[in-house]
């Protein structure tokens, strides 16, 4: 006995020592530029805050941290042998993950950790929750295959509870993703060499794997829909191996204190009545807490947190005549930059919860009140950190490249979906936008009026730039540089979808991949050269906002400009740098000129005319242009 004790006390130290030494032995891969959160990174503390703010529960594990990672053919088996540790949840083509490999579209990234399930008692379940994961995955509990995934950016579930053992569980993951030569909506992720405005690849888990216990009778799913015009909040609440009869209490609440309370059935549609309701806006983003209560036999078996926001948006008729949209009943100018979420050292993984403050932030201290969020969608903190601070969003669907086929359609309106139902809860997300520029384009009216069933809550774009086919809340123009718009409808909103895209290199800053723009010979920014480089930059980009003015006072409604952060590949062309460490100018100047441009709207929207001013460009079908920047 005495051995065996002994022998298994040397087995544990091993254990733990390798842990510790791997933990120890941990950097990022790749060369430079790091950013400032990605250069912080610990491994044993990696994206460790809650990883969905919209459903709260106190029994979690966060199983992010160093996994043995292995790529090999596709076709092969569960690997035999492992070729090192991944820092989970980054993919493996970043640098934050410590590998920095292509997995190309023949091979398969494995993943391989260990786990202790918790206690589970009167019939207890335990979930394994997948925040995203590129693109088909296998996971595998104790050698049993659970589930074959597809999908890049949606979250996915697992109960693992009938296949737990006696002590340590093995948890091994496969991800396949072949992007762009594949049928799946991959957004801007391109097989080879990434080229303009693409990326390369991301295979593997790249967002929070998470345990999660719940017990046999559960809430699943919220689905909360505010009416700020009548002062009311529908919630929805659905089982998970809840029986006939279950009972769910609701209660929202505002600093603390129960401003309203409904209760019925599981799977009822309830409506709580909000008096003097506070509306949630960027200027003051205020959100009502929920506490969500299920019952049997009167006794509660769940509960969880949650919260909303009270906000309406629409497209109508402003006082001077043009269609504009309208927050909260009030004409506002959506303004903003172009933000693809990825960053030099995690790629579609933000390095921190800290760092998609800084993003959020900054955009706002800039002068923007919202971001297109484009080919991406985010993970589920960012979105309840646009809710928490007041950022508005206007949220892409990853385009689908390759496949035409009906079964590759089928998969995009299920994604597409999927997409809609996540973000259904969030108050910042306001339009919509399904499909960018043509790419994969399809059915599109069809699709449009789909997504407005699924959700006449927000707006949807139809589509951003190029083919219009007449549907739609905004009519969509891409004018580069621009700026530019759709002549003024009398049923649509005309808005500016991307439009800029001035570069301005910094040196020392720059995306270091092979065959990038601007890798040599770009002048320091304390040089006089550099200096000047910023400063044409500045009078380029203020001449460009300048000359929205009188495309406003034509009815433009909206403008983005390309990009927030410079891109692999793509000529630097953001406001600020891809490692988020140097503006392109100051903030202020760049601020002082973002708020006239929506500050001037604002007025414009007010000014009453007596009809809508129409233009040569207009017969002619054709975008108005602005003055050249």
């Known amino acids: 006995m005495v051995k065996r004790l002994t022998l298994l006390f040397a087995v544990l130290f091993l254990c733990t020592a390798a842990k510790a030494m791997a933990l120890a032995s941990w950097r990022p891969a790749g060369p430079n530029p790091l950013s400032p959160w990605g250069a912080a990174i610990k491994p044993q503390h990696v994206w460790s805050h809650y990883p969905r703010p919209q459903m709260r529960r106190k029994n979690w594990k966060n199983l992010n941290g160093l996994w043995q990672y292995a790529i090999s053919p596709r076709a092969d088996g569960i690997p035999t042998r492992w070729q090192g540790s991944i820092l989970v949840p980054f993919v493996a083509q970043s640098k934050l993950s410590g590998v ?28 394994l929750h997948f925040g995203g994961a590129m693109y088909r995955t296998h996971v595998f509990l104790n050698g049993r295959l659970l589930i074959v995934h597809d999908g890049d950016y949606n979250p996915f579930t697992v109960n693992v509870t009938r296949y737990l053992k006696p002590g340590t569980q093995t948890l091994i993951v496969s991800c396949w993703n072949p992007a762009n030569r594949g049928s799946e909506p991959c957004g801007k992720q391109q097989v080879g060499k990434p080229g303009f405005t693409m990326h390369l690849v991301s295979t593997g888990l790249w967002q929070t794997v998470w345990l999660e216990k719940v017990p046999a009778q559960s809430i699943r799913s919220l689905r909360i829909t505010p009416r700020a015009l009548t002062g009311t909040v529908a919630v929805t609440v659905a089982g998970r191996g809840t029986v006939r009869g279950c009972k769910v209490q609701i209660v929202a609440l505002a600093h603390g204190h129960s401003v309203a309370e409904s209760a019925g059935l599981i799977g009822q549609r309830q409506i709580l009545h909000i ?63 172009l933000e693809e979420g990825y960053w030099p050292d995690g790629a579609y993984t933000p390095p921190s919860n800290a760092a998609m403050i800084f993003d959020i932030k900054a955009m706002k201290r800039v002068g923007f009140n919202m ?22 969003v206007w949220q892409d669907m990853p385009a689908a490249f390759g496949d035409k086929s009906r079964a590759a359609h ?111 010979g770009v002048p320091g920014r304390s040089t006089a050269a550099g200096r000047a480089i910023r400063r044409a930059w500045f009078k380029r980009y203020t001449k ?36 988020r460490r140097v503006f392109k100018f100051r903030v202020g100047a760049i601020a002082k000129v973002n708020k006239e441009i929506t500050h001037f709207a604002a007025q414009a929207a007010l000014l009453p005319h007596v009809h809508i001013h129409q233009h040569g460009a207009a017969k002619a079908g054709r975008p108005l242009p602005g003055p050249a920047p």
């Open 371 to 392: 971001c297109r969020k484009h080919q991406l969608v985010a993970p589920a903190r960012w979105y309840y950190l646009c809710d928490k601070l007041g950022f508005l």
């Open 410 to 520: 089928a998969e995009f309106r299920r994604e597409l979906s999927e997409m809609v139902t996540h973000l259904h809860n969030d108050p910042s997300v306001v339009i919509w936008c399904i499909f960018n520029e043509g790419w994969g384009q399809h059915d599109t009216n069809r699709i449009l009026r789909w997504v407005h069933r699924l959700d006449p809550t927000r707006l949807v774009d139809g589509p951003s730039g190029w083919t219009d086919h007449g549907y739609g809340a905004m009519k969509d123009a891409h004018i580069y540089p621009g700026p530019g718009m759709w002549p003024a409808m009398k049923s649509r909103a005309s808005v500016l979808g991307e439009s800029g895209r001035f570069p301005c290199p910094i040196a020392g800053h720059i995306w270091p991949y092979p065959g990038e723009p601007y890798q040599t």
């Open 544 to 579: 460009w906002a300048m000359a929205l003015r009188p495309l406003i006072e034509r009815g433009l409604a909206a403008a983005v400009y390309t990009r927030w952060a410079d891109q692999v590949s793509d000529h630097c062309t953001g406001l600020i740098t891809c490692d």
């Open 275 to 337: 008096a003097h309701a506070k509306l949630w806006s960027p200027a003051h983003p205020f959100l009502y807490s929920l506490q969500v209560r299920l019952l049997a036999h009167g006794k509660i078996i769940d509960r969880v947190t949650s919260y909303f926001g009270m906000r309406t948006i629409q497209v109508k008729k402003a006082p001077d005549g043009y269609m504009r949209i309208f927050l909260n009943g009030k004409p506002l100018f959506l303004f903003g930059p």
């Open 100 to 127: 920095d490999r292509k997995v190309g579209i023949t091979q398969r990234l494995w993943y391989r950790t260990e786990f202790k399930a918790p206690l589970l008692r009167h019939g207890g379940q335990l979930l």
